[in-house]
């Protein structure tokens, strides 16, 4: 999901990112770049937003979803909205991410990504089902509001 980096580029996970008042993802990527001048300054940060297929109306859900990632994606490299699959698959679940695809493009919201990932999925297992991207971001190397975002890690680490 993170993709290719350089050798001296050192992978963190970030988990209950709070406090930051207009993004609140799952689960943070930062990625340090060993020997820079400011090692503790992520040279990116990808979002990744765990999310649940329900009962509510699929049009107010995918409404809500188009809001939240259009915020979202001006503070992070990439944000990735991942989604539970099952097998055999959920017709009106493929539907969804099908039409939440389409509306990101038109959107031109290139740097979100989408995944279904196994509820069972083991990373560390040969014999697990492999997450399928369903869309796959550009990462964006300067996201418009990155600074708020820089100043808020700055001020809180």
Wanted: aromatic share 10%.
């Amino acid at each position: 999901f993170v993709g290719a980096v350089d050798t001296g580029t050192t992978i963190q996970f970030h988990t209950g990112f709070r406090g930051f008042p207009y993004a609140r993802p799952d689960l943070l990527i930062f990625a340090i770049q060993k020997n820079s001048a400011n090692p503790s300054t992520p040279i990116f940060i990808d979002a990744f937003e765990m999310k649940l297929f329900g009962m509510d109306d699929s049009r107010q859900v995918l409404a809500r979803t188009l809001e939240q990632v259009a915020l979202m994606e001006g503070f992070f490299r990439q944000v990735w909205l991942i989604y539970p699959s099952s097998n055999p698959p959920v017709e009106s679940h493929e539907r969804y991410v099908k039409e939440l695809s389409i509306h990101l493009s038109a959107l031109r919201m290139q740097s979100v990504g989408v995944a279904l990932v196994p509820e069972t999925f083991d990373p560390t297992s040969p014999q697990t089902e492999a997450p399928v991207i369903r869309r796959l971001p550009s990462a964006n190397a300067n996201p418009r509001h990155a600074g708020l975002l820089a100043t808020y890690l700055n001020n809180h680490s």
